[in-house]
């Protein structure tokens, strides 16, 4: 199985990205925090029952950044969670420009 993985960088501890990460999901997709399933680095939960694909976010400290990963099987679940959680960083109407 083929996995899609998006990264980005920002600042911050990996328990208040989490924390983040988790609001995000619920509010975007009423994906609640027992619905996730923790793995070594983070967790992993299923984004969609229809095709039945799951999304795996890693989160990994590096020096004073924080590296996290949303990883998935279809890149178009991948790029959906990554606007709802990425959003919340970065102001799009600066990268646009």
């Not at 997709?29 to 976010?57: M, Q």
Request: aromatic content about 14%.
């Amino acid at each position: 199985m083929e996995e899609n993985k998006l990264v980005f960088y920002n600042i911050g501890t990996i328990e208040s990205n989490e924390i983040m990460f988790r609001y995000a999901i619920k509010q975007e997709f009423g994906i609640e925090s027992n619905d996730l399933k923790l793995e070594v680095g983070g967790f992993k939960f299923l984004f969609d029952s229809e095709t039945n694909t799951y999304i795996r976010v890693e989160f990994m400290s590096k020096g004073n950044q924080l590296k996290t990963s949303i990883i998935g099987e279809r890149a178009e679940d991948v790029i959906e969670v990554y606007k709802a959680f990425g959003s919340r960083f970065f102001d799009e109407s600066e990268v646009e420009q």
